[in-house]
């Protein structure tokens, strides 16, 4: 949970744009590390993708129990199958598209 002792928070709403870019590019010179949350969908997994690749961004919230513990109740077989083919501790599951 967020509070007075939290960080700064950075919204990006969606793929960064050049502004977010170079505030990330400074945040890190700075010698701040960042941590990545997004939306557990393929344009999410793609901007975590990108922020981890170009910033070295860490999972913040974003692991394979925090998108099974986000799952709707009955959602669809495959979120249970994809968890059970992961190496017993995972903690993140990064997708690269082609």
Do not use: K
């Not at 950075?10 to 870019?21: F, K």
């Not at 941590?35 to 901007?47: C, K, L, P, T």
């Not at 099974?68 to 109740?73: D, I, K, Q, T, Y």
């Amino acid at each position: 949970m967020l509070g007075a002792r939290s960080g700064p928070l950075v919204c990006t709403d969606g793929q960064p744009t050049s502004a977010v870019d170079e505030l990330l590019r400074q945040v890190r010179v700075s010698g701040a590390g960042l941590a990545h949350h997004g939306d557990f969908e393929w344009g999410g997994i793609r901007v975590a993708n990108y922020l981890v690749q170009r910033h070295l961004a860490g999972p913040w919230r974003f692991s394979t129990r925090d998108y099974l513990e986000s799952a709707p109740s009955g959602a669809c077989r495959w979120v249970t199958l994809v968890a059970g083919c992961l190496p017993r501790g995972t903690r993140a599951l990064y997708l690269r598209g082609s």
